[in-house]
């Protein structure tokens, strides 16, 4: 096309036509490579693909294969499958006929009795259905049945029911309706039920092993039959821990409807059975395994007559949780206990109801135990709730000081040792704001954690804020921002964001909306945002862990699927602990918080119900105060969200956990939270000592 | 030397390419609608039409300024698309930059619709390039090693940020387009051939390694993609190399593409005829070839690519007339986006490469690429339109 041969006096004139012929050679080569390789699939293959779309598209080619199994830490079965075999029926493209039916059902009846039972057997089978089958071994005489005008007059259908109606009770004792044949009869009543190219169960209880070989063994005769292994997911621990698990969905569900092409993209079919909640969800590429694949090669009439593995099946790989499910069991039973003892308490005024506890290894992010009771008021019944621990949220009070005088340290409002007066807040003419009591004139922020002091924190947001306080009178210089600044180191904690725990949701918690000096305070104190409570437990992890937010996770290990029952296979990959972020500040800042955290323990807030302890525990209490309003907004009582977080041992701390009891009522309460946070800590070192002692 | 032709001249033989190929097109998804009605309310063709609409008005905006000024634009149009990725890679602002099909990639505007910037990029990087190459050759003339260098570390600067942007979204089918198109720029910069051949060495040594080093240890490199995001990018390997055993992930698009392509055979099905291609998610959209193919056969088929052959050859019949190197290389670059794209979408239903979420230019449904094509088909009428030809040209 180009003419390329003249020489020119400048080179550069030149190179620029010569690369682009040789662009355009290029891409002539690659066109003709196109070109070739559709002659390939289209002329050469084209005919042998028409084959296999006629071969394979109208025959069930593939076959369930089990779902991966979820252990526990300790290898223990959480969630297994069952077995659960059945008898399907397939019919051809534009179903068969009567007769076709009838054959196969009188064959099929040879190796499966569909009901045991024979006095239910012959209640099944009605008249109606027995003059059908005397219709079809006597077909000739039943046409007789008909006159030239029925003939004319009637259609197709209204024949038929007239053949029927006029067969008499004298005919149909010709046949000896014995068990044998009314068995028959069943099984053509459930293979007439079926669609064209749809499976339909026709027996899947109660049938016998023999029953099933025995149909296996003849699957080539009984052209449509299949015989099948479904399985169904056997949950090991009962309703322990059964939100995480979460569930799938049964074969008439299917793949969920809203993104089917995303299932569907990945080789699902539509009645494919997916984890829709939980784990089952989060893992489902990692649990769902691989279908076998079955070519059956048939002749042109529909018949098998062969078939062949194309792709072997595989079961999904397992789960190993991070979770010690004796645990987890032992918790749930503490936390409703205490429930119990504080709902015939004080604490109860109407109003209480939850109770919720965290606990991971603060240094790897294993979650240990997720527990939450609600007891129903309506029904009077206490259960598992144990999902409220990652969706409710509610203000923690004053454990998330720790994480106020941080970002005191982090904002440069406070120092190492820096002092203020415990003497409440009086801005303008609102009500003062103070401690639960007077704490003293001069506290250090350690002070400060271990007598939980409120106004050490209002200070230190006041300061935070840039504000000039002067007592009452209005502040002065009140930035807003001070919101953000907050809200952006607490969050470095975890509190206010996604813990990234390995599940498909979990809640954030609510952000209260009004930007007022009065909520910045409450901020301080824990009295303004709300918190899960597995968002705490990150946050005291964080403490506890230096500084590093690592990231909650469920899943430990995925495996494998082992060769033989009950035995594991190879580790496919190992879940190690991934640091979310680094609280960013020098260490002995965070060396500060937990030496306040330590004597919250020793000579603070939790000394008296702690005294004796025979393990050394740091952390923190909190009271936050949770009025309740009727419709118009006058508060008709007042409770309060009692909460503890904590972790133990103070060296190299192994456990960390969070508590709240929502609402609790006023007055001398029943120290709930102190009560599960001792007897979830003892029974963790008591199980730990069992398993090395195993 | 040579007396100037004044009458600008309109390319007629390109305007003809396109509308055949609008044809094809929107006659397709007329085809294909039946089966769409059964999963969406829109009608594709008529809003196809609309789309071929619009870019032909936009051509006739584009053709009333000189090209030239793209040069003064090139930056401005370079920020405004690099903005709209580092947007998409923060996914702000929220609600607005939205996920499709697992990637981040989409901007979704009240009334207008749907815009994907990763499309409008392609152009605003050529024309970027283009100047980019133009500027430096009417620096420094002459070509070093040295100065080969410098310029091709500009343009490594340039086009490897947008690259890795639209990477991370993930969308493996534009980082591929773009790689094409800097390719082609590169090879008609004029850098020295020895330069270029130790780059196709690097590269061919690169894919070598990658290989080897997923035989020899596909344990650790399966562990290291997933650590790095890349997952998506390997199933879609697997999916290529070993069909039948990765079925139910990476491959099950491409068995049902072979067997939808390779059923239609000699003659075709008959228009509308589509049993298999309308089981394979996209058909109307990237994996609209295998409709293609399905309905019309190898005469179908091999008519398309035949029509796509005319369009490249006619753009570098213009690539070539221009006696501006900055429109030589638009013209390029554009033909760098063109080929790229036809040989990947076919390519990858044929089996010849792995699957990539990439539109067939022109015929594909979609808002964003139609456009993109027609504003470059403009850009392209433009350059033929202001080129000079010279009575007595002593060149030729």
Redesign the interface.
């Known amino acids: ?2 003419d390329q041969k ?1 020489k ?1 006096k400048k080179k ?2 030149l ?3 010569l ?2 012929n ?3 050679i290029f ?2 080569g ?2 003709s ?3 070739i ?3 390939v ?3 050469i ?6 084959q ?2 006629n071969q394979t598209e109208n025959t069930p080619s593939e076959k369930p294969v089990p779902r991966g199994k979820i252990y526990d830490r300790n290898l223990d079965v959480v969630l297994d499958n069952e077995a659960v075999k059945s008898i399907t029926y397939t019919p051809p493209k534009n179903g068969d006929s009567a007769a076709n039916r009838l054959k196969l059902a009188e064959k099929l009846a040879e190796f499966v009795m569909i009901i045991k039972d024979e006095e239910e057997l012959k209640d099944e089978i009605n008249e109606r259905d027995k003059k059908e089958y005397w219709y079809l071994k006597n077909t000739k005489d039943a046409l007789d049945k008909l006159t030239e005008e029925d003939r004319k007059e009637l259609t197709t259908g209204e024949q038929y029911q007239t053949v029927l109606d006029r067969i008499t009770e004298q005919e149909l004792t010709t046949i000896s309706w014995n068990v044998e044949l009314l068995n028959v009869l069943a099984i053509k009543k459930e293979l007439d039920q079926a669609f064209e190219l749809s499976p339909h169960v026709i027996v899947n209880e109660g049938i016998t092993d023999e029953e099933y070989a025995q149909v296996s063994e003849h699957l080539l005769e009984l052209s449509g039959i299949d015989a099948v292994i479904d399985w169904e997911r056997k949950k090991m621990f009962g309703t322990t821990f059964n939100s995480y698990i979460g569930g799938i969905s049964d074969s008439e569900e299917g793949i969920p409807r809203e993104n089917s ?2 299932y ?5 079919t539509w009645n494919d059975r997916v984890g829709k909640s939980g784990l089952e969800k989060q893992y489902e590429n990692i649990l769902r395994g ?2 076998e ?1 079955i070519q059956f090669t048939t002749d042109t009439k529909g018949n098998v007559i062969g078939s062949e593995v ?2 072997e099946g595989q079961r999904g790989k397992d789960l190993i949780l991070t979770l010690d499910m004796q645990l987890q069991q032992a918790v749930d039973e503490i936390v409703e206990e205490e429930l119990k003892k504080a709902m015939n308490s004080v604490n109860n005024n109407g109003y209480l109801q939850d109770a919720l506890v965290a606990m991971m290894d603060p240094q790897t992010g294993d979650v240990l135990a997720l527990s939450a009771v609600r007891y129903d008021r309506e029904d009077k019944t206490y259960s598992d709730n144990s999902y409220r621990v990652i969706y409710d949220a509610h203000e923690p009070g004053s454990t998330v000081k720790g994480a106020t005088v941080l970002t005191g340290y982090e904002t440069g409002a406070i120092d190492i040792g820096t002092r203020f007066s415990d003497k409440a807040i009086q801005i303008a003419n609102d009500p003062p704001k103070k401690s639960y009591r007077f704490l003293g004139y001069s506290l250090s922020e350690v002070d400060a954690l271990e007598m939980s002091s409120n106004v050490y924190m209002f200070r230190t947001a006041l300061k935070i804020s840039g504000a000039t306080y002067i007592e009452g009178e209005n502040l002065r210089n009140f930035n807003n921002d001070a919101f953000g600044i907050m809200r952006k180191h607490f969050s470095e904690f975890g509190l206010g964001v996604e813990t990234g725990i390995d599940l498909p949701f979990e809640a954030t918690g609510v952000r209260g909306g009004d930007p007022v000096a009065g909520n910045l305070l409450d901020l301080a104190i824990g009295q303004y945002d709300t918190y899960t409570t597995l968002q705490l437990a990150q946050y005291v992890s964080t403490i506890a862990n230096d500084g590093y937010r690592v990231k909650p996770h469920l899943v430990k290990e995925i495996r494998e699927p082992g060769n033989e029952e009950n035995k594991l296979g190879p580790v496919l ?1 190992q879940n190690t602990p991934e640091v979310l972020n680094r609280v960013s500040m020098d260490d002995r800042y965070i060396d500060r918080v937990q030496l306040g955290f330590e004597r919250v323990f020793t000579g603070g807030t939790a000394r008296s119900n702690w005294s004796g302890f025979e393990y050394d525990v740091a952390g923190k209490t909190g009271t936050a105060e949770k009025p309740k309003f009727d419709e118009s907004g006058n508060q008709i009582a007042k409770t309060e969200n009692l909460s503890l977080i904590g972790y133990s041992p103070v060296e190299n701390p192994e456990v960390a956990f969070a508590i709240i009891v929502p609402e609790n009522g006023t007055g001398d309460q029943y120290a709930v939270h102190h009560e599960i946070g001792k007897r979830i800590i003892s029974k963790y070192y008591e199980l730990k000592k069992n398993r090395i002692e195993d | 030397m040579s007396q100037k032709n004044t009458n600008p001249t309109i390319d007629y033989t390109l305007i003809l390419i396109i509308i055949t190929l609008a044809i094809i097109s929107i006659f397709t998804l007329f085809t294909l609608d039946p089966y769409l009605k059964q999963s969406y309310s829109q009608t594709f063709y008529i809003q196809q039409l609309v789309w071929y609409i619009g870019g032909s008005i936009l051509i006739v905006f584009i053709m009333l300024v000189d090209y030239d000024r793209l040069r003064q634009i090139s930056w401005l149009l370079y920020g405004v698309g690099m903005v709209m990725l580092i947007l998409l890679f923060f996914h702000l602002p929220p609600g607005i930059a939205i996920k499709v ?1 697992g990637a981040w990639g989409w901007f979704s505007f009240p009334v207008i619709g749907t815009l994907q910037p990763a499309e409008f990029m392609k152009i605003f990087l050529i024309v970027f390039l283009a100047h980019l190459i133009v500027a430096h050759n009417e620096k420094y ?1 002459d070509h070093t090693i040295k100065l080969d260098l410098w310029l091709l570390t500009k343009i490594a600067v340039f086009s490897l940020p947008p690259i890795f942007f639209i990477g991370n979204q993930p969308d493996l089918g534009g980082v591929l387009v773009l790689t094409a198109i800097t390719a ?1 720029l590169i ?2 910069s ?1 850098i020295k051939w020895r330069i270029i051949f130790s780059l196709v060495l690097m590269a061919i040594l690169g894919v070598i390694m990658v290989v080897f080093l997923y035989i020899s240890f596909p344990e650790q490199v399966d ?1 290291f993609v ?1 650590a790095t995001g890349f997952d998506h990018v390997e199933s879609r390997f697997q999916g290529w190399l070993s069909t ?2 990765f ?3 990476g491959g ?2 491409l068995i049902r593409a ?2 939808a ?6 003659n075709g099905k008959g228009i509308g005829q589509v ?2 291609a309308q089981t394979i ?1 996209h058909y109307h959209t990237d994996m609209i070839f295998t409709a293609i ?1 399905e309905s019309f ?2 005469f179908g ?2 008519f398309v ?1 035949t029509i ?2 005319l369009l ?2 006619r753009l ?2 213009i ?2 007339q221009s006696n501006d ?1 900055f429109g ?1 290389y638009i013209v ?1 670059g554009i ?1 760098g986006m063109f ?1 790229f794209q ?2 990947q979408n ?2 990858m239903s ?3 490469l792995p699957i990539t979420g990439l539109p067939l230019p022109f015929i594909s449904y979609g808002g964003s690429s139609t456009l993109t094509y027609l504003i470059a088909i403009g850009i392209v009428l433009n350059i033929h339109y202001r080129t000079k030809t010279y009575m007595f040209e002593s ?2």
């Open positions: 096309m180009l003249k020119k550069k004139r190179q620029l036509p690369r682009l040789i662009l355009f891409v002539f690659l066109f490579l196109l070109v390789q559709l002659g699939v289209q002329i293959n084209g005919e042998e693909a028409q296999k779309i092409d995303y569907l993209a990945n080789g699902y691989r279908k694949k194309v792709v990959k | 099909n003339p082609c090879l008609i004029g562990t997933e039948e055993e079925g139910q992930s099950y698009q072979m067997l392509i390779g059923s239609g055979q000699l049993e298999i998610p193919a056969g190898f088929t091999s690519i796509y052959f490249i050859y570098i019949h690539a070539l190197p030589s390029t033909v080929t036809v040989f076919i390519g044929i089996k010849l060149d030729k």
